[in-house]
């Protein structure tokens, strides 16, 4: 559970309610809920970023007390470094964590080919567009090979082709590395292309309303998204969303 000061109030503002939920490893957890229920509430407690006022936060039974390099966070704000180059953002992390030079070479080399980068390597962020920053700050995250990823709407303010690109990229990538996410969105049908369970919150404060297992083997298809199963479980969790915006 999870409360903040209200403004002009001396009573607190309740956010999250008895929340309890379980990411396995390798998962991609997903978790919708209307705006304000307290999604990236859940991404900064599982960061370290401030503490739950009751319950507890674990990764493998060790408590979750401060930020540190077993979890990376992935904002919609790309947060690189604009006086460093595409390949010192990505090798960041890494020399953080006293990597040597020639490993930091090779992982970043590697992941540039990945997120198809190679030619700029020496760019700056100012000189990348929107769908090439968040790609660095992808490569950046996975380069240091955390425990889980938290990812707070990374896509939303991107464009719709540009979004659909970096989910599939995305997606081929955790499954080639089985890297474990836990993964905030407002987008139902993202959700349900990428995740292999979604949790869908009710409205402030929030409670689980239903936690749903997707049926779709990965990778995925694009075309997936127009498939009848996939529309009809897409259509179901929207309803059961309507119900809690306010």
Not at 19 to 47: D, H, M, Q, R
Not at 98 to 116: A, G, S, T
Request: charged fraction near 30%; proline fraction near 5%; charge should be negative.
């Amino acid at each position: 559970s999870k409360s903040f000061p209200a403004r002009n109030s001396v009573e607190s503002l309740s956010v999250l309610d008895d929340i309890s939920l379980e990411v396995l490893e390798s998962e991609f957890f997903c978790i919708v809920g209307p705006s304000g229920c307290g999604k990236s509430t859940i991404i900064n407690l599982v960061a370290g970023f401030f503490p739950a006022d009751n319950g507890k936060i674990t990764i493998d039974h060790k408590p979750v007390t401060a930020p540190d390099s077993s979890r990376t966070v992935v904002f919609q704000e790309y947060a690189l470094f604009p006086w460093k180059t595409v390949f010192e953002n990505i090798e960041f992390g890494l020399k953080c964590k006293n990597v040597e030079d020639r490993e930091r070479q090779r992982i970043v080399q590697e992941l540039l080919k990945k997120v198809r980068l190679e030619k700029f390597t020496d760019n700056y962020p100012h000189e990348l567009s929107g769908g090439m920053k968040q790609r660095v700050a992808l490569a950046r995250a996975f380069a240091v090979k955390p425990d889980i990823i938290l990812m707070d709407e990374p896509f939303a303010s991107l464009d719709q082709q540009t979004r659909d690109l970096l989910q599939e990229e995305l997606i081929n990538f955790q499954v080639e590395l089985k890297q474990t996410i836990l993964f905030v969105t407002h987008n139902v049908e993202e959700a349900l292309f990428l995740g292999d369970r979604i949790l869908v919150l009710s409205h402030r404060p929030s409670r689980i309303k239903s936690l749903v297992s997707v049926p779709f083997d990965k990778p995925r298809s694009p075309d997936i998204r127009n498939e009848k199963q996939f529309l009809d479980l897409k259509n179901k969790i929207w309803h059961s969303l309507r119900e809690e915006i306010v």
